[in-house]
């Protein structure tokens, strides 16, 4: 069976295609959602023909049952009409009713899996969009959005555009059919009964119009309410330590509750809704029958239509009854599709702030000079708040640049400006005469090399974390990097050295584990600019003097900036900048910072003198 | 890096050779944290579940009943119609029949009234129930979640445990809604043979013949079947595992300017998990062909044999319409049990995961009889000869003993990896020792309440988190009930306040995930703040302030020095000035204490503390010489 199954038409995706999928989810920008969603299907003519053909096939052949049932009935009275034949009828109809069943088992099946297969395709392409979209996004958008309302749209908003092709779009092909050859066909055969046999079908039109509208934006409010149900589950994991540290966890529980009561009150309503309009909508279809009973009845009852043909009229509203009691999840397909739709696709739509401009060039590097220009900065989610107020300065290739500052006083700041993960509001931030905003990223990215103040580490093992930024680099460089952030040793002491597992975020880690850990990674590249963001602020002194002594050889050939709070790991640099709310207060070597005696030594005074003389200082 | 040679990979073998990168988790399978035990007994388990709901269940139950047989007897009522309602050609006989049929229609009306309210009462009290069950589910899990041990949560990440959150306890919700309606197809399939076989008993066996033919092919169809289902579920979770990942390692991505390996590696998950969703099609839908040629079987099969009986006046024609409406709707029920077989297997498989979490086993509880600590716990730490390890291979405290007196500060320092932090988890008993004691107040930590050891030590945590929600939730978030002024107070000692009070709202601004909008230091600094807001016996400060500048901190010393009166201090630092107030200083390395004694004692001893001491504060240039390296360690002894 299995063998069979792979030989069954369809396209496996290639690899290489992969980026053309993604222009093209993205290029509907501004059409109506379901418009679109059905776009994207018609992006797959052959599967979606063969699904669309299939329907059509099958719900013929669904039609033609009736008709046949009809026609044997009146065979087996046929004695009534004293035809001999009727025997030999009678086989030749089986035959042809169990001729239609096993075609219309075989378009049936066609229609479910290519409609399914269609749905699956689209929701690759999809995906694949989704993650691009979320790769390029700025950091400023990452800031707001909270990565579980990410995780959302990139599988539940999904799944509903998904599903909408073969539970909203093939459902209304296969219902139109239906009732459409099917009305043709009662209205000829008695059109009075035939009236009879549709007159749900307004009614169900009208009820799914309205119920479609409110379930929508109950749709959305129960969207809203569970993506705020997971937040507070998601921060309680992620926090875990936090909660427990303060047994907050009856704390906890309540602000679940509260969050879940509303939740499930809304999902109360939701069935009520729901019910209301299946249970009328089914209501509705068996008083037509009734009524063709009725009437049907009455004309066999006067002979004016033979028991066979009522038989038929009764049978067809048989098959209906199955779409008719899927028009509920039709309705409910409509609805999600659209709010999931709506909510997928403005995600897709969205501007990336930091992108490569049309007319970006490759970074050029000539001379290796990293300057900032009376450069202006404030954050995209709180624009209003300046966080640099003018910083100025120069640093040549082989230099070392050392940041100090308090907390908050925009060193970091400094540091995202370089790869552009933020843009400058005002000044310019130039790497050997080229503002960073006219470069593409990929060749500014790569010149640039960031260790995070807050590092993010993968749950994968140690080789694979230390090679993110050069996944192809070799064993023996791997190991040279960890050895130069004085990692080595410690990874050759675990049973299962660079394979070992981290943990997610780096659990398994000590706190200067990660550390050095991300300063390997950061090593691996061979960047024009290096920034180390307060990197060893949980290394012990030992260490991280050994960490610096084997950095030197590494800083010869590149801009460094180093920004900490230990003033041993950035005297011996070229320049000192102490920065105090966001603008440059202080500048100079070490020693002319001590001579100036302002906060630079006053902050030196405190690190370096005895502690005995600290305490009573502090008294 | 510097070394060209090194860094000389050329295209080609690039394309040979495999990146080592993936996306998404590497860690093994879930099943192996969980611990693989498939607990037969789900079905009751998810049950206990369902009976708080049992009078819903018995209603809705009883409707389905109700429902179905309204469905079995509206094919009756149309044969009735058709045999005695519909003698054509005038006369009595007619008229009678006319009558018959009055009635007939009129007890349709009735029994189709009935059939709406009885499928209205159903729906709605299985989907509120269903709700409410789902809920209760997801309540439960969370709790439990509140109570297993950390080394459970180290392993486990947190994206695999909200896809049982959200997604398996989403998955149950249809077989919940469904489950009730499959004890209507059941009747709905067992009321039809039994009609048929009424009607004429011959008939209907030979109509039922196809029924064996279904269930053999079922057997063959049914393993692998079941195996591609359960493929698809596992490609999918791999697939949304990486999209978690990418989603919150996306900054560290961009920085390493990864985004096209991590796209391709991506489309290849996506790509597994495509192909498995269309096998898992293909094997749910070669079964409807199957089915549909069997009913065409059972139809030609009426026609034919019950044809020529009603030719040679056997058979009414009404019971051979009926016989036809009933086999139409014979198979339906049958398909529709087919599905909600898979629809419960599916949920089998999300209720085991749910189970699963639900039976985390409790590696740490409190004791029956656990005291609680009050207010007038001394506020004493001890560790008496304790031994402890993550992983059983690798020990990471060697039979550490120190004693810290109520009212002391202690600073526990050492070089990175040695197990300081280790130390005061252990304090708070985020994990058990291995071998001997931990005392706080005078109590071993597994004799009292773990709520009362949380309200007895405040920590901050190497790593500040902070939650969502206003800078003043947070503060607080140790203490619900403290005043703003409390508030203000703690956030003034760490020298928040200054910043907090710029905020936009100031200390109503929103704090985003994980604190994204705060500097690290500010972030620190709340945290900081939070710890003091708890008001605790035991203040536990674990490199509270490593980013934090020695001027800022200075101040913060200040004040703690009047907070921390009373009140015992263990604090953790690399900057040695940090500690400077500390009245004793526990040396570790390598997991076992090497010193143990004020700064004095220290330095006049000359070891690893002294050697660290002046490193500190000797310029970078004269490297001492002699802190080796032994594997396994990060700073050597001293020698
Ligand atoms: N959750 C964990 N699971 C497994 N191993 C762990 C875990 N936490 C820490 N370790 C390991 O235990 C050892 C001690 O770690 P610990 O965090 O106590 O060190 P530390 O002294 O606090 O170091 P640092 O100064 O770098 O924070 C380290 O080798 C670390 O890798
Ligand atoms: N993502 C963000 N969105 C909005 N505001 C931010 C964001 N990140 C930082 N800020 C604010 O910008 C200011 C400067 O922050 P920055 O991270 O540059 O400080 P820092 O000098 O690195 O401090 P630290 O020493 O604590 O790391 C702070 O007031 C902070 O609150
Ligand atoms: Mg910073
Ligand atoms: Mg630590």
């Known amino acids: 069976m299995p063998q069979m199954f792979d030989r069954w038409p369809h396209r496996a995706p290639r690899p290489g295609e992969a980026m053309a999928h993604v222009r093209a989810v993205e290029s509907g920008k501004g059409l109506g959602t379901l418009w679109r969603i059905f776009r994207l299907t018609l992006r797959h003519p052959v599967m979606a023909g063969i699904t669309i053909v299939a329907t059509i096939i099958a719900s013929g052949l669904q039609l033609a049952v009736p008709r046949l049932l009809g026609e044997a009935v009146d065979q087996a009275e046929g004695v009534l009409a004293g035809g001999t034949g009727a025997s030999a009828a009678l086989w030749q109809t089986a035959l042809v009713l169990l001729g239609v069943s096993v075609a219309r088992g075989l378009f049936t099946m066609l229609h479910n899996y290519f409609g399914e297969a269609t749905g699956h395709h689209t929701a690759y392409e999809l995906r694949l969009a989704v993650y691009e979209k979320i790769q390029r996004l700025s950091f400023g958008y990452h800031d707001k959005v909270h990565t579980g309302d990410l995780i959302t749209v990139g599988m539940l908003d999904l799944d509903g555009v998904r599903m909408f092709f073969a539970t909203g779009i093939l459902r209304v092909v296969l219902l139109g059919i239906l009732l459409g050859a099917g009305s043709v066909m009662l209205l000829t055969t008695d059109p009075l009964l035939g009236l009879l046999a549709l007159s749900f079908a307004p009614f169900v039109a009208w009820r799914s119009a309205t119920s479609q509208l409110e379930l929508r934006s109950t749709w959305l409010t129960l969207q809203d309410m569970l993506q705020n149900l997971s937040r507070v589950m998601e921060e309680n994991l992620g926090g875990i330590r936090v909660v427990r540290a303060f047994a907050g966890e009856a704390h906890e529980l309540d602000k679940f509750d509260t969050v879940s009561d509303k939740a499930l009150a809304l999902a109360h309503t939701r069935v009520d809704l729901r019910v209301n309009s299946t249970a009328a909508m089914n209501l509705s279809f068996l008083i037509s029958m009734g009524l063709v009973l009725a009437f049907g009845g009455e004309k066999v009852l006067s002979g004016t239509m033979s028991v066979g043909t009522l038989t038929s009229f009764l049978t067809f509203m048989t098959i209906l009854q199955m779409p008719v009691r899927q028009l509920g999840l039709m309705v409910n397909s409509f609805a999600r599709a659209s709010t999931c739709g709506d909510r997928l696709f403005d995600f897709l739509d969205l501007d990336l702030d930091i992108a490569d401009r049309p007319d970006a060039k490759p970074l050029v590097i000539t001379d290796g000079t990293l300057t900032f220009e009376a450069v202006q900065f404030a954050y995209p989610s709180a624009p209003e708040r300046a966080v640099l107020t003018g910083i100025s300065f120069t640093a040549r290739r082989g230099e070392t640049v050392g940041i100090v500052g308090p907390p908050g006083s925009g060193k970091s700041s400094i540091a995202h400006l370089i790869p552009r993960f933020y843009d400058v509001t005002g000044g310019r931030v130039l790497i050997d005469g080229q503002d960073v905003r006219t470069l593409t990223l990929d060749t500014l990215r790569q010149a640039v090399a960031v260790v995070q103040q807050d590092s993010f580490l993968f749950t994968t093992n140690i080789e694979n974390n230390i090679a993110y930024g050069d996944p192809w680099a070799k064993e023996q460089q791997i190991a040279r990097s960890a050895e130069f952030a004085q990692l080595h040793n410690y990874v050759m002491g675990l049973p299962t050295g660079y394979q070992t597992i981290v943990g997610e975020r780096g659990v398994s880690l000590s706190g200067g584990q990660r550390q050095r850990l991300n300063i390997a990674r950061a090593l691996m590249l061979d960047p024009a600019v290096m920034v180390f963001d307060d990197s060893t602020a949980a290394v012990d002194a030992g260490t991280e003097q050994r960490i610096r002594q084997s950095m030197k050889q590494f800083a010869a050939n590149r801009v460094t900036l180093i920004i900490s709070h230990r003033l041993s790991s950035l005297m011996h640099a070229n320049r000192i900048l102490f920065v105090e709310g966001g603008a440059i207060a202080e500048e100079g070597t070490h020693a002319q910072l001590l001579a100036l005696g302002g906060r630079y030594r006053a902050l030196y005074d405190l690190q370096s003198r005895a502690s005995e003389d600290q305490s009573e200082a502090a008294e | ?639």
């Open chain 2, 1 to 639: 890096m510097t070394d060209s040679a090194l860094e000389d990979i050329d295209t080609e073998e690039k394309a040979r050779r495999p990146p080592k990168a993936v996306v998404g988790s590497s860690l093994d399978r879930e099943e192996e944290v969980f611990g693989k035990a498939y607990d037969p007994r789900v079905v009751r388990r998810i049950w206990a579940f369902v009976g708080p709901y049992r009078k819903n269940l018995l209603v809705s139950v009883a409707a389905v009943i109700i429902f179905t047989l309204t469905q079995l007897a509206i094919p009756l009522v149309i044969r009735h119609a058709i045999d005695h309602g519909m003698v054509p050609g005038g006369g009595s006989a007619s008229a009678t029949a006319r009558t018959t049929l009055y009635w007939v229609i009129v007890g349709y009306g009735l029994i189709i009234g009935v059939n709406f309210a009885a499928s209205y009462v159903q729906e709605l009290v299985v989907g509120k129930a269903a709700e409410n069950v789902l809920f209760d589910m997801r309540r439960a899990m969370f709790a439990r979640l509140q109570q297993v041990s950390l080394s459970f949560m180290d392993k486990t990440e947190v994206g695999r445990l909200m896809s049982r959150l959200m997604g398996d306890v989403n998955a149950m919700q249809e077989f919940l809604e469904t489950s009730v309606l499959s004890v209507g197809d059941l009747i709905l399939l067992f009321g039809i043979i039994g009609v048929l076989l009424w009607l004429d008993p011959l008939l209907g066996l030979i109509t039922m013949a196809t029924m064996p033919v279904l269930f053999i092919v079922r057997l063959f169809w049914l393993p692998p079947a079941k195996k591609s289902f359960m493929d698809a579920h596992h490609a999918n979770s791999a697939n949304n595992g990486a999209l978690a990942e990418g989603i919150n390692g996306v900054r560290t991505v961009q920085s390493l300017d990864r985004q096209r390996v991590n796209f391709d590696l991506y489309e290849e998950k996506s790509r597994t998990n495509l192909l498995a969703h269309l096998r898992a099609a293909k094997f749910a839908q070669v079964m409807v062909p199957i089915v549909d040629s069997l009913t065409g079987m059972s139809m030609a099969t009426v026609v034919v044999v019950g044809g020529q009986m009603v030719l040679h006046r056997q058979l009414d024609v009404g019971i051979m319409v009926a016989f036809l409406f009933y086999i139409q709707r014979f198979f339906d029920p049958i398909r529709s049990l087919t599905m909600q077989y898979s629809v419960f297997q599916r949920a089998m498989s999300s209720g085991t995961r749910i189970i699963e979490v639900l039976d985390v086993p409790l590696a740490i509880t409190d004791k029956p009889g656990a005291v609680a600590l009050g207010a007038d716990m001394d506020g004493s730490v001890e560790f008496d000869h304790v031994s402890f390890g993550y992983r059983k291979d690798i020990p990471v405290l060697k039979n550490v003993s120190f004693r810290v007196n109520p009212g002391e500060t202690v600073a526990v320092v050492g070089p990175t990896g040695s197990g300081k932090s280790s130390c005061m988890a252990l304090v708070h008993r985020f994990y058990d020792v291995t071998e001997g004691a931990v005392r706080v107040g005078g109590h071993d930590v597994r004799d009292v309440t773990g709520n009362s050891l949380g309200t007895s030590i405040a920590m901050v945590l190497q790593e500040p988190f902070l939650f969502t929600g206003t800078v003043f939730e947070n503060i607080r978030y140790a203490k619900a009930d403290a005043t703003r002024e409390a508030v203000i107070a703690a956030a003034k000692a760490v020298g928040a306040h200054e910043f907090i009070v710029t905020l936009a709202d100031g200390y109503d601004t929103r704090i985003e995930q994980r604190g994204g909008n705060l500097s690290l230091g500010q972030r620190q600094l709340i945290s900081f703040a939070r710890a003091l807001v708890a008001d605790a016996k035991i203040l536990v400060l674990d490199e509270a302030t490593a980013n934090i500048d020695s001027y800022t901190e200075m101040l913060i010393q200040k004040a703690l020095k009047r907070l921390l009166e009373g009140r015992t201090g263990l604090v953790i630092a690399h900057r040695l000035a940090t500690i400077r107030g500390a009245d004793r200083i526990i040396v570790l390395q390598n997991g076992e204490i090497i010193e143990n004694g004020n700064h004095t004692e220290l330095m006049a001893q000359g070891g690893l503390y002294a050697k660290l001491y002046t490193m500190n504060y000797s310029s970078f240039d004269d490297l001492p010489t002699g802190i080796g390296t032994n594997p396994g360690a990060d700073v050597g002894k001293a020698t």
